[in-house]
């Protein structure tokens, strides 16, 4: 039996008094496009780190295809790619010497790396800044390329918190393309974001983290009908965080 892709068992995780994400439970499958709505502070980013083994829950467990993050690290990095808000870039770099660094990291050979730079590099529209040092690109290049680098080698599930942002409409709409061919192709995309529109427009499945709480998980019209709002998914989300106070 194929294991789900991604897992979230009961985690908590607090910061002193506070508890930043309150026993979330989450599956997750192959080739699903998975959106994480939420306010400001709900709880979103600190679950992604958890996913990401970034930090230790106090309670617990994420898995990436079946692999404990915290007790088996390097068999769920493997297949995972994270990208975070504002990622972090070694600025002396060029993109392309980025590129060969991140995919030595994942044990690819050079033929490899260099197939998959060269045709992520232009479907990202990077070409002219392929050369260039990155501590002289925009924050949006930076991003394009930070997401290049997570797609480099391949991974079964690519877990991205808010990827649009920085990015002007031309290479938002890449962006979106992209992840959603990877969906399509099999990787499991979850998304971390505020912007309903994303998961408006491209999410298989949507949940609602509110106060570090799993709130709501489902379909655009399971979400409807369990908030018994009838319009856009901007009013589902509110009346479904309301109702959470």
């Known amino acids: 039996m194929e294991p789900t892709m991604i897992e979230l068992d009961h985690l908590v995780k607090k910061f002193g008094d506070l508890t930043a994400v309150n026993d979330v439970s989450l599956t997750i499958q192959r080739g699903e496009f998975f959106a994480m709505l939420g306010p400001n502070a709900a709880g979103k980013t600190t679950t992604i780190k958890l996913l990401a083994g970034l930090i230790k829950p106090n309670a617990g467990a994420a898995r990436i295809c079946g692999f404990d993050i915290q007790t088996q690290p390097l068999e769920a990095r493997q297949r995972l790619a994270y990208v975070p808000d504002f990622p972090f870039l070694y600025d002396k770099l060029t993109a392309k010497e980025f590129f060969r660094f991140t995919g030595q990291l994942f044990h690819l050979d050079a033929a490899?790396?260099?197939?998959?730079?060269?045709?992520?590099?232009?479907?990202?529209?990077?070409?002219?800044?392929?050369?260039?040092?990155?501590?002289?690109?925009?924050?949006?290049?930076?991003?394009?390329?930070?997401?290049?680098?997570?797609?480099?080698?391949?991974?079964?599930?690519?877990?991205?918190?808010?990827?649009?942002?920085?990015?002007?409409?031309?290479?938002?709409?890449?962006?979106?393309?992209?992840?959603?061919?990877?969906?399509?192709?099999?990787?499991?995309?979850?998304?971390?974001?505020?912007?309903?529109?994303?998961?408006?427009?491209?999410?298989?499945?949507?949940?609602?983290?509110?106060?570090?709480?799993?709130?709501?998980?489902?379909?655009?019209?399971?979400?409807?009908?369990?908030?018994?709002?009838?319009?856009?998914?901007?009013?589902?989300?509110?009346?479904?965080?309301?109702?959470?106070?």
């Open 112 to 245: 490899r790396i260099e197939k998959n730079a060269q045709e992520l590099i232009a479907r990202f529209n990077l070409g002219d800044y392929a050369d260039r040092a990155l501590e002289g690109l925009s924050h949006g290049t930076r991003q394009r390329v930070a997401i290049v680098s997570a797609l480099l080698h391949d991974p079964e599930v690519f877990v991205i918190d808010e990827p649009m942002v920085g990015l002007d409409p031309q290479h938002a709409r890449i962006v979106k393309d992209v992840l959603k061919e990877c969906s399509l192709a099999g990787m499991t995309v979850l998304v971390s974001t505020h912007q309903l529109s994303i998961a408006e427009e491209m999410a298989d499945r949507i949940g609602i983290i509110h106060g570090g709480k799993l709130i709501a998980v489902g379909t655009r019209d399971e979400l409807r009908k369990q908030s018994g709002a009838s319009g856009a998914l901007e009013e589902i989300f509110l009346s479904l965080t309301a109702e959470a106070k």
